[in-house]
């Protein structure tokens, strides 16, 4: 059994193959969210269901991941993330072997949804894992790979899923999923470490699980069906439901020592600060992400394939800032880097809003680049500050509040866009983009807030000669 403590972190090269075996994971969980999307009207025609129905093979994997996370972070406490993480891996394994076999939408859809517990189980510990692979003194490194790891998997699955679909029929959209989720487990096995520190006391309750998923279940079908445009008396009555399981859910959690809704952490000022941090983000994120395509082509004019091509710009550039990021929050306050990040993303949504009818190329690029700096200066230490902020033994439910804050995030600001849609049908777009740097503004404005609040040892810069 490893008896490294977290400050130590793994020796090299072993350290290594675990961030190795932490990368495949999170990249197929990522990549599996949206690689579907492109493939939807082929596999509607392909299984004879309407274009509404087909939209579940996104919805199904999404919901699953939604009600599971922080009901796995929580058991992974108890019983070791690295037993979690290795069986999500292999239920995500089997689970893509199931939707690739998959012959009617109900098939497809059971296997998606065991698919997504299988994800939820990978993200709702990996930066848990991340913490215990690297020295305390790197964490930020390490969060920084991982953020990495998210930005290249995110803007690779419509372009995978595009070429795969030229070679072969859609099941090999998740046929392709097996051979690497295999070699992510032999990794995982191999180099991931067993808990550090010990397992948290007490029985694990299924029913505050079953509260938590009703809880988050209901919440992801009122969004949906507002962005839908679902009978506001069905709406209403949904949100509700949400209401009153929410209340005694929240209610049974504040009275639990150690909560699957983790309020025992978001009592930390600097730990709910980063949470609000991250929600207002991903918000911000995803209403440009979703406003951007429809800007390209409808206002701009261009067609799909370059649409798609302009759209790299953002993630790529978070791929070589957020590393840099992960290394300068050793040196430079995380709340200083996150709130200048935002920042300069609040600048560039707004620039990208105010573009001229006929802008070049350029001119949408180096605004999408500034986006993508400015997020990717943001997300390495905003999640270093997050997980470290939390005692080692509730490193778990730290790294699901990480992953279900995002999901919140990207969930409303999906339903925020659709809202644009109606709200203001002739210039959606760029209302979008104002209420994208909105957020991103407001996010930065409270990280600043965290300049006033003490930093976890692990992140606090220490004096040349200090131990």
Same mark, same amino acid.
């Given at each position: 059994?490893?008896?490294?403590?977290?400050?130590?972190?793994?020796?090299?090269?072993?350290?290594?193959?675990?961030?190795?075996?932490?990368?495949?994971?999170?990249?197929?969980?990522?990549?599996?969210?949206?690689?579907?999307?492109?493939?939807?009207?082929?596999?509607?025609?392909?299984? /004879?269901?309407?274009?509404?129905?087909?939209?579940?093979?996104?919805?199904?994997?999404?919901?699953?991941?939604?009600?599971?996370?922080?009901?796995?972070?929580?058991?992974?406490?108890?019983?070791?993330?690295? &037993?979690?993480?290795?069986?999500?891996?292999?239920?995500? $394994?089997? !689970?893509?072997?199931?939707?690739?076999?998959?012959?009617?939408?109900?098939?497809?859809?059971? =296997?998606?949804?065991?698919?997504?517990?299988?994800?939820?189980?990978?993200?709702?510990?990996?930066?848990?894992?991340? +913490?215990?692979?690297?020295?305390? $003194?790197?964490?930020?490194?390490?969060?920084?790979?991982?953020?990495?790891?998210?930005?290249? @998997?995110?803007?690779?699955?419509?372009?995978?899923?595009?070429?795969?679909?030229?070679?072969?029929?859609?099941?090999?959209?998740?046929?392709? /999923?097996?051979?690497?989720?295999?070699? =992510?487990?032999?990794?995982? %096995?191999?180099?991931?470490?067993? /808990?550090?520190?010990?397992?948290?006391?007490?029985?694990?309750?299924?029913?505050?699980?079953?509260?938590?998923?009703?809880?988050?279940?209901?919440?992801?079908?009122?969004?949906?069906?507002?962005?839908?445009?679902?009978?506001? &008396?069905?709406?209403? !009555?949904?949100?509700?439901?949400?209401?009153?399981?929410?209340?005694?859910?929240?209610?049974?959690?504040?009275? +639990?020592?150690?909560?699957?809704?983790?309020?025992? *952490?978001?009592?930390?000022?600097?730990?709910?600060?980063?949470?609000? $941090?991250?929600?207002?983000?991903?918000?911000?994120?995803?209403?440009?992400? #979703? =406003?951007?395509?429809?800007?390209?082509?409808?206002?701009?004019?261009?067609?799909?394939? %370059?649409?798609?091509? *302009?759209?790299?710009?953002?993630?790529?550039?978070?791929?070589?800032?957020?590393?840099?990021?992960?290394?300068?929050?050793?040196?430079?306050?995380?709340?200083?880097?996150?709130?200048?990040?935002?920042?300069?993303?609040?600048?560039?949504?707004?620039?990208?809003?105010?573009?001229?009818?006929?802008?070049?190329?350029?001119?949408? #690029?180096? +605004?999408?680049?500034?986006?993508?700096?400015?997020?990717?200066?943001?997300?390495?230490?905003?999640?270093? #500050?997050?997980?470290?902020?939390?005692?080692?033994?509730?490193?778990?439910? !730290?790294?699901?509040?990480?992953?279900?804050?995002?999901?919140?995030?990207?969930?409303?600001?999906?339903?925020?866009?659709?809202?644009?849609?109606?709200?203001?049908?002739?210039?959606?777009?760029?209302?979008?983009?104002?209420?994208?740097?909105?957020?991103?503004?407001?996010?930065? *404005?409270? @990280?600043?807030? +965290?300049?006033?609040?003490?930093?976890?040892?692990?992140? %606090?810069?220490?004096?040349?000669?200090?131990?």
């Amino acid at each position: 059994m490893n008896t490294n403590n977290s400050s130590d972190g793994l020796p090299m090269p072993r350290r290594l193959g675990a961030i190795l075996a932490v990368a495949f994971g999170v990249g197929l969980s990522v990549l599996d969210a949206t690689i579907a999307n492109v493939a939807l009207p082929v596999m509607g025609r392909e299984l /004879n269901i309407s274009p509404a129905d087909s939209v579940w093979i996104v919805n199904a994997y999404q919901l699953a991941v939604m009600i599971s996370i922080l009901p796995l972070s929580a058991l992974g406490e108890r019983i070791g993330y690295r &037993r979690i993480y290795v069986a999500g891996l292999l239920l995500f $394994t089997l !689970a893509s072997a199931g939707c690739a076999l998959a012959g009617s939408l109900a098939a497809l859809l059971a =296997a998606r949804v065991v698919q997504g517990f299988g994800a939820a189980a990978v993200t709702s510990v990996n930066t848990t894992l991340i +913490r215990i692979i690297y020295p305390q $003194t790197q964490l930020g490194r390490g969060m920084g790979i991982n953020a990495t790891v998210v930005a290249v @998997s995110s803007v690779a699955g419509p372009t995978l899923a595009a070429a795969i679909l030229s070679l072969g029929p859609w099941p090999w959209l998740f046929a392709v /999923n097996i051979p690497v989720g295999i070699a =992510a487990v032999a990794l995982s %096995r191999r180099f991931l470490p067993q /808990n550090p520190v010990r397992a948290l006391s007490g029985r694990f309750r299924w029913s505050d699980a079953a509260m938590n998923a009703l809880t988050f279940g209901l919440m992801m079908a009122a969004v949906e069906g507002f962005s839908h445009e679902v009978d506001p &008396r069905l709406l209403c !009555a949904g949100c509700a439901a949400c209401a009153v399981v929410g209340y005694f859910y929240v209610r049974s959690q504040l009275r +639990r020592e150690y909560p699957l809704l983790p309020f025992d *952490l978001l009592r930390i000022p600097i730990f709910s600060v980063s949470v609000a $941090t991250s929600v207002c983000s991903y918000t911000g994120q995803m209403l440009a992400m #979703v =406003a951007l395509p429809f800007y390209l082509q409808h206002v701009c004019g261009y067609d799909d394939v %370059r649409t798609g091509l *302009l759209l790299t710009a953002w993630p790529a550039v978070i791929m070589v800032v957020a590393p840099t990021a992960g290394v300068l929050c050793e040196r430079i306050h995380p709340g200083l880097l996150g709130g200048t990040g935002l920042a300069a993303m609040a600048l560039g949504a707004l620039l990208l809003a105010l573009l001229p009818q006929q802008p070049t190329t350029w001119q949408i #690029v180096w +605004r999408m680049a500034l986006c993508g700096a400015g997020f990717g200066l943001f997300q390495s230490p905003n999640n270093s #500050v997050l997980i470290a902020s939390a005692p080692p033994a509730r490193s778990g439910s !730290a790294s699901g509040m990480l992953a279900t804050a995002r999901l919140v995030g990207q969930t409303t600001g999906a339903a925020l866009m659709a809202a644009m849609f109606r709200l203001v049908p002739g210039d959606s777009t760029r209302a979008a983009l104002l209420l994208a740097g909105a957020f991103a503004l407001t996010g930065s *404005l409270v @990280s600043f807030a +965290r300049l006033g609040l003490p930093l976890p040892e692990a992140l %606090r810069r220490r004096k040349p000669g200090e131990q």
